[in-house]
């Protein structure tokens, strides 16, 4: 419960959110927006704010619950009378939870060619990593009557799934494996036998002639226990229907902030590309696989300097697999699979001779002792990086471990270390200060700044970094009008909340 303008208390809008602890936030829409308020449940992830922001059909200070309640409401008060609490209980606890929400046009009452819904689905896997087969069938069978019921007009819908590559990273399993795929096509095709079913329920016998069912795929073999046999039971329901009220009822849809909302890491049936996020720490599907395996940081550092991949990085190879796996129960495909993050690899991993050259530069940065260690290809290219903090805490070089390999494991694919560069130079977090050690360097913001301007100076060409005069403390990076173009860096924004290590 949170207070309003005038310091009472506001009840929520539905019993749905009762218990939840709700605050008030500051978000924008996107990255360039001014910041505006909005009531967020206290562990929803911060992208969710702008989402709900950018969702919103006026502006204004808006909360979740609220803005849930907006197109809700409608909905509920259309349905069958015996039903419409329910429906309405329903769709409240699945934006509550994050385990699905409809598409932007139903959030703001406005027409758009497809109505949708996202299902969040590492959401609907319980501590024991079991799929709530019931749970979801239910769930997806609510969204189609809702978004029957807020656009009757509307032949084609696109329920769809998000976040995959977090859900098989929570079960150890490759994005890339034939595993991977059996799992995606058996939730798939759960998906579209309860849209079947519901799109079913909808239509209006002797009136409309209505669209005939087909059978959906069931796997040979899947992963999760029980899912196969919850399709087996949903599939034979949905064939006995014989037809449906929709034309298609499957898709996925360009993302957009109904996947901030859900906190969604990777979009539709993405791959993960790269084991870093958008800030430049480990990726949430990246952590959730190292727990899955039960391997620290440090057990991944080994393997990827002994030339392995212990995060299971996907190749076009494995996204076009997937692609085609998952197309016989998703009516709407985007053209190509969208990456999780602005970075991308390509299609092989170039692996470094087992006896390599590099070297070792030790520095301090505002006190802190740091070594950086090298590995280059025979044609002297960098290849991999290490990143020691001797004196610092054991989670502190734990992460910086895991960081630089994650990096190497980037450059390994391909990723030009100028795209490394270009986004971790210059960033600002403590330790920062006096550089000792490198004479060509006697400042930095971060310890990321000087890691990757002291790279940039010795495997880029770009000493002119490293010569940047940053000696005003407390001012952040302002390089010289007279070197930006050659620089190619605009200033960065302060990162100190969020910095990696």
């Not at 087996?232 to 014989?242: I, S, T, V, Y």
């Not at 034309?247 to 901030?260: A, C, D, F, N, Y």
């Not at 170039?350 to 002792?369: D, E, F, I, M, W």
Request: aromatic fraction near 4%.
């Amino acid at each position: 419960m949170i207070k309003d303008r005038s310091g009472k208390r506001r009840p929520p809008q539905h019993s749905a959110w009762r218990g939840i602890r709700l605050q008030r936030v500051m978000a924008g829409a996107d990255p360039d927006a001014a910041p505006e308020p909005a009531i967020v449940p206290a562990s929803w992830p911060a992208q969710a704010a702008a989402g709900l922001v950018a969702l919103r059909a006026a502006p204004g200070l808006i909360g979740a619950d609220e803005a849930a309640a907006a197109w809700i409401a409608p909905i509920v008060a259309v349905a069958d009378p015996g039903r419409g609490a329910d429906l309405g209980a329903m769709l409240h606890g699945l934006v509550a939870s994050g385990r699905a929400a409809p598409s932007p046009g139903i959030w703001r009452g406005q027409a758009e060619p497809v109505p949708g819904f996202v299902f969040n689905l590492p959401r609907f896997l319980d501590e024991g990593d079991r799929f709530d087969a019931a749970g979801f069938g239910a769930a997806v069978e609510a969204a189609v009557t809702a978004l029957a019921l807020a656009r009757p007009a509307a032949q084609r819908l696109a329920l769809g799934m998000a976040d995959l590559a977090l859900l098989l990273a929570r079960l150890d399993i490759d994005y890339a494996s034939a595993a991977a795929r059996d799992i995606a096509v058996t939730i798939g095709a759960l998906l579209a036998a309860h849209a079947d079913i519901a799109s079913a329920g909808l239509l209006a016998r002797g009136i409309a002639p209505g669209v005939p069912i087909a059978p959906v795929p069931v796997p040979a073999r899947c992963a999760l226990p029980g899912l196969r046999d919850a399709l087996r039971g949903a599939r034979e329901r949905a064939l006995a229907c014989g037809v449906r009220q929709h034309r298609s009822l499957t898709g996925l849809l360009p993302p957009g902030p109904v996947e901030m909302l859900l906190g969604v890491e990777t979009v539709g049936i993405a791959a993960p590309l790269s084991a870093l996020d958008s800030e430049g720490g480990l990726a949430r599907w990246a952590r959730a696989r190292l727990a899955a395996s039960g391997r620290s940081a440090e057990a991944a550092l080994a393997a990827t300097i002994a030339g392995h991949d212990p995060f299971g990085v996907t190749d076009a190879a494995g996204i076009a697999a997937m692609r085609e796996a998952i197309a016989p129960v998703c009516a709407i495909l985007p053209e190509t699979a969208s990456p999780p993050a602005p970075r991308a690899a390509s299609a092989g991993r170039g692996k470094l001779p087992a006896r390599r050259g590099g070297y070792t530069q030790k520095v301090s940065v505002g006190g802190h002792r740091l070594f950086l260690r090298t590995g280059e290809y025979p044609d002297g290219r960098l290849g991999e990086i290490m990143i020691s903090l001797p004196r610092d805490s054991a989670t502190l070089r734990g992460m910086a471990e895991a960081f630089a390999g994650a990096v190497s494991i980037g450059l390994q694919h391909g990723v030009p270390l100028d795209e490394f560069v270009d986004e971790f130079a210059f960033t600002r977090f403590a330790p920062a200060g006096a550089v000792e050690g490198d004479a060509a360097m006697s400042q930095a913001t971060s310890l990321l700044d000087y890691v990757f301007r002291h790279l940039a100076a010795t495997y880029s060409q770009r000493p002119d970094l490293a010569a940047l005069d940053l000696a005003e403390e407390g001012a952040g990076p302002r390089p010289p009008r007279c070197c930006r173009s050659t620089c190619r860096r605009p200033a960065r924004r302060d990162r100190s909340a969020s910095a990696p290590f």
